[in-house]
């Protein structure tokens, strides 16, 4: 049987953990050859690039159904109304309390000190939002399933994650590179049962509801970048499943 093919192997995902492997280790190799301020440069760069694709996944959230006014009133109430009940229920779940915890035991048992160890828990909650919450993580892995070879916006995602993991590693240390793990479950999960979200794909109010609330939620990272302000990003995940919940049953 073909891999480039076969339905049962998500080689899109595949590619796109590959990326991110690579660019870490071309980041971290990279760490060692910069000085501090380079390292500042490469920051500003990352929000720079962080709030291009927040503005890309925006635009396609305002753009992507209907662009009534009535119905863009509608759908923004909807995100934030979804943003707000998902970090209700992310803090009752305790998520980013799970993640910190993660965090600590890599610090004990990996970091040599507790400032790289908390880099490395950030790094990883800060990739893991970056990488899974935008609608090509979700419509890439869908096409990857329903059609033979793999979808562009999955090859475009996986060169997007390969440069915003290498510019991150100088900050964050290794930690980036621990979010292809969520990556390859989820994205590979999600071309697994591609067959079961094919309406997914025709529906463009949903994906307009995930494509906002992911852009959102994109943008605040730039607050931990520039260490503006500390946010509990990971509370906020149940959003993306809210969101085109409320849209399927409201809009």
Do not use: H
């Amino acid at each position: 049987m073909n891999v480039f093919t076969a339905d049962w192997f998500p080689l899109g995902t595949f590619i796109n953990a590959i990326c991110i492997l690579v660019g870490g280790c071309v980041g971290l190799w990279l760490r060692r050859q910069l000085s501090a301020s380079v390292q500042l440069k490469f920051r500003y760069f990352l929000a720079l690039l962080t709030i291009a694709a927040a503005g890309g996944m925006i635009y396609g959230g305002v753009t992507g159904g209907d662009t009534s006014f009535s119905r863009l009133a509608a759908r923004f109430g909807i995100v934030f109304v979804a943003l707000i009940l998902g970090a209700l229920l992310g803090r009752l779940l305790t998520l980013q309390r799970q993640l910190d915890k993660l965090g600590a035991y890599a610090r004990k048992r990996l970091a040599k000190s507790d400032a790289e160890g908390q880099g490395v828990s950030e790094g990883f909650v800060v990739c893991t939002i970056l990488f899974c919450v935008g609608p090509m993580s979700l419509v890439g892995p869908i096409q990857d399933g329903l059609d033979k070879g793999i979808p562009f916006p999955l090859l475009a995602k996986s060169g997007m994650d390969g440069i915003a993991t290498l510019a991150m590693v100088p900050r964050y240390g290794w930690g980036p590179m621990l979010a292809v793990i969520p990556v390859v479950s989820m994205q590979g999960t999600v071309t697994l049962l591609a067959r079961s979200f094919e309406p997914l794909k025709d529906n463009p109010e949903l994906l307009a509801a995930i494509s906002l609330t992911g852009g959102l939620m994109v943008l605040t990272i730039v607050l931990v970048i520039l260490e503006i302000r500390k946010v509990p990003l990971a509370d906020y995940l149940p959003a993306l499943a809210i969101a085109p919940l409320m849209a399927s049953w409201l809009l």
